[in-house]
């Protein structure tokens, strides 16, 4: 494995222990999660992807194809090379991309969830994982919420699974009750819930858009305006009065939005809380509690003191965490993600956040974990 090289260590230099929270693996082949699949499933499982609006230039900010040949993201020593060693991330949270809730038949779309997670499991999670440096996120079909209940009970008490994933391509915004199995299952576990775009209009999917997009920048452009809709949801429907242990972490869908939006909504709250009698106080008092955003992609201005702003009106000391989207081609690398910050905040995003909200130790320590209640600032 490569050492960090003197330049890296000063730019990282009292900044260790990074928590990246969204992180792809992808397997080297289908046949990696075909022989997870049982019949007559595995005959039908095709390739890894989505289908279209893929981006049609590939120009990348890294160069993360492996030197074996393999896709991007297919392998754990060259992606420790590039990512965990040269910027001394901690904690990897892995986001297999399974796209497995566009499909039409909901037995087959929880059947590609649970290979890909058996997949993850004996591979990133185990193998690959002497150090425990990978965490896993389990895959879940939400077109289908009994039989994702069972996916997250199968994987209750693994050591290395920290949270349940969909994506925010949905037939329904999140907060309705048709949900609640994943929730209540996610709250009994301490798992927290994580929303990564990637199947927004396609398959059986709604377009978060008035209709179609004509280009892979307008679709790309505009996958923050699902998680805008999927939050009011969640918030309105009253899913953290129901589930008061239940996080979601955002993921992946931008973060400027955040502050206007909660404007919005709490002044919509105040002239219409006889509407939703369930939501006991301001819509944005919900979210240090109970929500996190990862920062790539994250909006960026060109004059950076507006960032900044930015940053403190959405709260980002207490909800934003760091995130690089390796190995994707608008990978954000820890040392150039964000201009230059009061190291207390710099602290808090790139390491405190999520290690609270993960439940995560930190480096060097005993191995117990950092439990949310240890932020004084935190309510």
Known sequence: MAVATQEVREKTSGHTGIVDCDVHPYPAHADEIRQYLPMPWRDRFGSVGRGFYGNPVHGSRLDSTPPSGGPAGSD???MRQQLIDEFGVAYAILLPRTFCNLQPDPDFGTAVAAAFNDWLADTWLSRFNP??????SITVNIQDPPAAAKEIERWAGHPHFV???????????LGQRQYYPIYEACARHGFRFAVHPGTDGMGINHQ???GYPTHYIEWHTCLSLAFQAHLVSLLTEGVFERFPELGVTLTEGGVAWLAPLMWRLDTEW????SEV???TKLPSAYLRDHVRLSSQPLESPDNT???LQVLEMMDAKHILMFASDYPHWDFDSPTHAFPKLPADLHERIFAINARQWYGLPAPGTDGASMPETLDPDRR
Request: without cysteine; positive net charge.
């Open 277 to 279: 009698p369930w939501v």
């Open 163 to 173: 949270q349940v994933m969909t994506d925010s391509g949905a037939r329904v915004p």
């Open 270 to 273: 105040k002239a219409l809380r």
């Open 208 to 210: 978060a858009t008035p």
């Open 305 to 307: 003191r507006d960032l």
């Open 76 to 78: 754990p020593a060259f």
């Open 131 to 136: 150090d425990g440096v990978f965490k896993g």
